[in-house]
T-cell receptor, first 114, second 111 residues
Framework: EAQVTQNPRYLITVTGKKLTVTCSQN?????MSWYRQDPGLGLRQIYY???????DKGDVPEGYKVSRKEKRNFPLILESPSPNQTSLYFC?????????????FGSGTQLSVL | QKEVEQNSGPLSVPEGAIASLNCTYS??????FFWYRQYSGKSPELIMS????GDKEDGRFTAQLNKASQYVSLLIRDSQPSDSATYLC???????????FGKGTRLHILP
């Protein structure tokens, strides 16, 4: 089954404790991206990757890191989480389907930073 | 700053009626337009894409695009309670450009 898999589904942590949210897709998609979703602010892009070893900042990259060592995986790293990073996070992937892109989303990670 | 604007709602529509969701965008270079549906606590799911002016129909859903007015809409015919969700409008210049989401419109179908 074609899917984007995120883990964990729920995560509660404390300020400053490094964490990683994993994302993996089995569709051989070139493009992968991380979003956060907050009430009243909608979906905001954190980082994206066009292909292996190619990453770039989205709209809200501060406090986050990513890596793309393999085509299927795109982990999101919070080196020193803070309470303002409490949010619902989504990983997404897509093929380059000219003239646009159609995103497939993971099931989300609800993160709470205390 | 590229923007995609949607009325946040909630938009309440009686079951069986037509629900009309609207979206405007600021970037005249936009070429690709998408509607995603998001149930509460779930991830967004693509339901329609449209690239040319006019209407595109898929079952009970019709997407309408007017590039001159920078306006895209989604019509849902014969609305069902299962259509109750938040609908996200998304816009892109196309390949090699990121997609920009509106904040979504909450739709509530009244039984």
């Amino acid at each position: 089954e074609a899917q984007v898999t995120q883990n964990p589904r729920y995560l509660i942590t404390v300020t400053g404790k490094k964490l990683t949210v994993t994302c993996s897709q089995n569709m051989n998609h070139e493009y992968m991206s991380w979003y956060r979703q907050d009430p009243g602010l909608g979906l905001r892009q954190i980082y994206y990757s066009m292909n292996v070893e190619v990453t770039d900042k989205g709209d809200v990259p501060e406090g986050y890191k990513v890596s793309r060592k393999e085509k299927r995986n795109f982990p999101l790293i919070l080196e020193s989480p803070s309470p303002n990073q409490t949010s619902l996070y989504f990983c997404a992937s897509s093929l380059w389907d000219s003239p646009g892109e159609k995103l497939f989303f993971g099931s989300g990670t609800q993160l709470s930073v205390l | 700053q590229k923007e995609v604007e949607q009325n946040s709602g909630p938009l309440s529509v009686p079951e069986g009626a037509i629900a009309s969701l609207n979206c405007t965008y600021s970037d005249r270079g936009s070429q690709s337009f998408f509607w995603y549906r998001q149930y509460s606590g779930k991830s967004p799911e693509l339901i329609m894409s449209i690239y040319s002016n006019g209407d595109k129909e898929d079952g009970r859903f019709t997407a309408q695009l007017n590039k001159a007015s920078q306006y895209v809409s989604l019509l849902i015919r014969d609305s069902q309670p299962s259509d109750s969700a938040t609908y996200l409008c998304a816009v892109s210049r196309g390949r090699d450009d990121k997609i920009i989401f509106g904040k979504g419109t909450r739709l509530h179908i009244l039984p």
